[in-house]
């Protein structure tokens, strides 16, 4: 599997992620060409080869020509906006020629920023004006962010502990300490690193890139390195070099892992909610959730609420089950794992390019199936039953 780490050892922002994917090999003029099918105008992207404290790093610029570029890159209907809201980032990117996945993943992060302002600001999701995180560099980081991540092939994404610094930075809504509101939300059930530097080391954008798309790790995972890049900020500074540094290879391992299972009896809660919580334990990092029918005392049918999830995010399952379920305890215990190595490849079938999960056990084909989404997208587009899909594509599936 392919996999990407961030070491965020001087923290991560927008430009510098795109600078380090450019600086581990992406191509810029397919990064260019990619993004010009979001039709977004007033804008030029540059990069340049620069040294932060002495180490060699790739700088991307997104130079924005006039204070009005936001509306006018808009549809007219909406030119009366000063900012943003979801729906015209949404409007941007649905129109978009981009890939249906990278429309997908971009669209994942912006979620997740309009909701982490909804919650700071006191507002709804829908009524969250995009300021830093709205404007067309941001726009342009994000997708192109996204973009270099399905090129490279990059199937999983790590990161390291996050330095966010200290001091004050100075925000639309006034001054406020490191991390501002934004980034505090979205860092939140992550693990942090102290850095004695008066300055906002990760900002909005970038917090919301790794925390999206990855998972948080306490050093490296084991992986054959085989492209490094350095991502460049806009300072300089003598005693971190500002840098992302992002290392890109495959996993060494077969397949083995340890994880937590941690568990829980109901027996008073209705089927609906339970479903709810299923939900909520997936986006706190589960890998997968499950119900087991159980006999309780006095006769009282019950349910075991049983969810499998790594260390870096039991912390964040436990409160999900003590929040949005009534029970008085739950109980985990580590178990071994052994999983088949996988892949995602895009292949041409008689009903348009699909991605397929391709599993190996010891070197050799165990496993082939569809994409789920995938599937859904075309018996959508094609107006035919979702296991008429299924049927075809297995059957295409079985001739390779």
Known sequence: MKIAYFDCFSGISGDMTLGAFVDA?????????????????????????????????????????????RANTLHHDHRHHTHLRLSDIQAIIEKSTLHHAVKEDSMKIFQRLATVEAKVHNTTVEEVHFHEVGAIDSIIDIVGSVIAIKHLGIEKIYFSPVPTGSGYTTCEHGSFPVPPPATAELLKNQMLKSVNIEKELTTPT?????????????????????????????????????????????????????????ETNIDNMPGEVLGYVMDKLFEAGAVDVYFTSIQMKKGRPGTIISAIVSEVKLSSVEVVLFNETTTFGIRKYKVLRKILVREIKELDSTLGKIRVKIGTFNGGLKTISPEYEDCKRIAEEKGIPLRHVYSIISEELGRL
Request: overall charge negative; proline content about 4%; aromatic content about 6%.
């Open 25 to 69: 090999g992406l191509d810029f003029t397919l990064l260019q060409e990619q993004l010009a099918r979001l039709h977004l105008h007033g804008y030029t992207l540059s990069v340049e080869k620069v040294k932060r404290a002495g180490i060699s790093g790739t700088k991307v610029y997104v130079i924005v020509s006039s204070p009005d570029t």
């Open 206 to 262: 970038g917090a919301a890139i790794i925390t999206t798309l990855g998972e948080g790790l306490h050093t490296n995972p084991e992986m054959k390195v085989t492209n490094i890049g350095y991502g460049a900020g806009s300072n300089d500074n003598p005693k971190i070099p500002n840098l992302l540094r992002i290392f890109i290879g495959e996993t060494t391992d077969q397949g083995t892992d340890e994880m937590w299972i941690v």
